[in-house]
């Protein structure tokens, strides 16, 4: 949930809520391009990779196990790319 602060000039929302909904942006891109042979595959791992270690341990635990299960069950479009993302976030565990 955004959470809106306020100081003496203006409305802003707090740091928090930008965490919380970038994580939650980042899950539905990253849903969205999973099943499909287009750039949006290529584009989400290389943000999957950016911003990796600002993500909460909660967040990459239900990233790793949903790129796992995607590509157990063939749901990925782009097979090489979603094995690459595993393989790097994985290789520090």
């Known amino acids: 949930m955004l959470r809106i602060v306020s100081d003496e000039t203006n409305f802003r929302p707090s740091k928090i809520g930008v965490e919380r909904m970038n994580s939650t942006i980042l899950f539905f891109a990253m849903r969205y391009a999973m099943p499909r042979k287009t750039a949006a595959a290529g584009i989400v791992a290389r943000e999957i990779r950016r911003v990796w270690s600002d993500l909460s341990d909660t967040d990459k635990t239900q ?16 097979k090489i790319t979603w094995e690459r993302v595993l393989r790097d976030i994985t290789k520090n565990e």
């Open 63 to 78: 990233l790793i196990d949903e790129v796992r299960q995607g590509l157990k069950f063939n749901k990925v479009g782009d």
